[in-house]
């Protein structure tokens, strides 16, 4: 590396591993390191991480980033960081120390807590101030559960002894040595705590959980200064702040309202720009902060769907009729028949239709049904699941999306991305980078740093591929139709 170059590092501290990436002035990814952490299952349900660990494999993937690429502190301009979201780390504000594993987003033992939370009446409230749904998937009750567990935490709280962080800040807190305790909008708007009309902690869902306002970090816009890491006598500065479906909403540039990005990953998240439109969803999406590079609020529809390249690793993994998820292309490929409808409601159904007793099956098997078919319609139900989401937005909004922007690890499959687009009857546009996530970090941290101004993220952003709608509505419409039967006879299915 020429020692006269320089560089943003973007963190991406992600639920399973710890990266590090490196990237010059131009825009362009140069290297990547990882480290996979240990994942924590104490017991049905409960998922944990040890902060400890989350903060040991984000500094190893720094330094080894460093060191192979021999580079110098002063060639790094700034730091930008995505994280894992949700997930809830509390500390001792004197020693550093969490005084319990992080909970992680995943985690369930709080369920019984929100069913409290909704016998209260507080549904309503919950959604017009904070975007969510009462759900244990985001901060608000892990923070309780931990305060109510902990030996002597509630009085500690109290006291101002402790506080609480997304990744993002326990990550800067100990970069910064306990300086700052800091947040951006985007994971703010994950807590359940925080408002985001008035841009504020909500006192009212303080109280109700009993939750110190002393142990809440200071919010601050996704791009704008969080604190200096010193690093071999040079103060670098963390410029840049985001949830992971936040920074690759920013990353793939949809930056004006209407623009949409879809992830496909262990589950899809497609995330819509609103612009400064606060919008309550009635068909099941969330609301919630995109990234801000000021104090006003930019908002996003946010619709997630639990099980999409889940469903590929159970065909490898689960039913085994798969070596590599990528053989998915080729099977799909092969298969010229339309009858089989895959609905991977494994763990319930999530936008639109939010119903946690749906299972998942196969419907419209045959004799000359085999391995092709299954591929073909498991792929399919990605696309399908997407599709729904879309109408909900177009629903809510009235907006009808123009070009979806792909990511995460199966838009590489070819057949799906192509299925996608004549599914939507919209084409889908996939980036020559897809560590969009990473990307919008960076360029976060990048922007305020000077190096970029807003326009070089589409500027820089290469399109690898375009897939135009080539079925016709005949053919679409009977499609989803099938796909629409095989959801309503899932739905319930486990209810006693
Ligand atoms: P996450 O960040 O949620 O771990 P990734 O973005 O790394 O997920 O994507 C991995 C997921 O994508 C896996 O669930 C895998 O089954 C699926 N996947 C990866 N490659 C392909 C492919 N070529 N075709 C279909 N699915 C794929």
Request: proline share 3%; glycine share 8%; hydrophobic share 40%.
């Amino acid at each position: 590396m020429k020692k006269d170059k320089q560089y943003i590092i973007a963190f991406d501290q992600g639920t399973t591993s710890s990266r590090a990436l490196l990237v010059d002035t131009d825009g362009q990814l140069c290297d990547i390191a990882q480290q996979e952490f240990k994942q924590i299952f104490p017991k049905p349900g409960w998922v944990e991480h040890d902060p400890a660990e989350i903060w040991s494999s984000q500094w190893a993937v720094f330094k080894k980033l460093i060191d192979k690429n021999k580079l110098n502190a002063d060639q790094i301009v700034s730091i930008g960081i995505t994280n894992q979201r949700e997930t809830t780390v509390i500390w001792d504000r004197k020693t550093g120390q969490p005084i319990y594993n992080a909970l992680v987003w995943q985690d369930k033992r709080t369920a019984p807590q929100c069913e409290v939370l909704k016998e209260k009446g507080l549904t309503d409230y919950v959604k017009e101030h904070t975007g969510l749904v009462i759900d244990s998937y985001f901060c608000a009750t892990k923070i309780h559960w931990i305060l109510e567990n902990v030996n002597g935490a509630k009085a500690k709280a109290a006291n101002g002894e402790l506080c609480f962080g997304t990744i993002d800040t326990w990550l800067i807190w100990n970069l910064t040595k306990g300086k700052s305790h800091v947040t951006d909008h985007t994971n703010a708007s994950r807590t359940m705590l925080f408002d985001i009309v008035k841009m504020d902690w909500d006192k009212k869902l303080l109280q109700e959980l009993d939750i110190p306002e002393s142990m809440l970090p200071s919010v601050q816009p996704s791009g704008s200064h969080f604190g200096d890491f010193e690093f071999e006598g040079v103060k670098i500065p963390i410029n840049g702040v985001a949830g992971d479906q936040q920074a690759a909403l920013f990353g793939q540039a949809c930056f004006s309202p209407g623009l949409a990005k879809n992830t496909y990953g262990t589950g899809c998240f497609l995330l819509m720009n609103m612009g400064s439109k606060h919008v309550v969803s009635q068909n099941g999406l969330l609301t919630t902060l995109a990234c801000s590079m000021n104090d006003q609020p930019v908002y996003a529809l946010e619709g997630s769907i639990f099980i999409a390249g889940a469903a590929i690793q159970w065909l490898r993994d689960g039913i085994k009729i798969i070596k590599h998820a990528s053989d998915t292309e080729q099977l799909a490929m092969e298969s010229d028949k339309d009858e089989v409808v895959v609905v991977p409601a494994f763990a319930g159904l999530g936008t639109p239709y939010w119903d946690m007793y749906a299972r998942g099956a196969i419907f419209g098997l045959t004799r000359d049904t085999g391995i092709p078919e299954i591929a073909k319609a498991t792929l399919q139900s990605l696309a399908f699941q997407t599709k729904d989401v879309i109408n909900a937005m177009m629903d809510d909004t009235n907006i009808k999306i123009k070009t979806l922007k792909v990511d995460g690890g199966a838009c590489a499959n070819n057949y799906l991305m192509q299925f996608q687009a004549d599914i939507l009857g919209a084409p889908v546009e996939r980036p020559e980078i897809i560590e969009t996530t990473a990307m919008g970090a960076a360029y976060l941290a990048g922007i305020v740093s000077g190096i970029w101004k807003i326009d070089d993220v589409d500027k820089n952003r290469k399109v690898e591929k375009l897939f135009k709608p080539n079925i016709d509505n005949k053919k679409r419409d009977s499609l989803y139709s099938q796909w629409t039967k095989g959801v309503q006879r899932v739905m319930n299915w486990n209810k006693k």
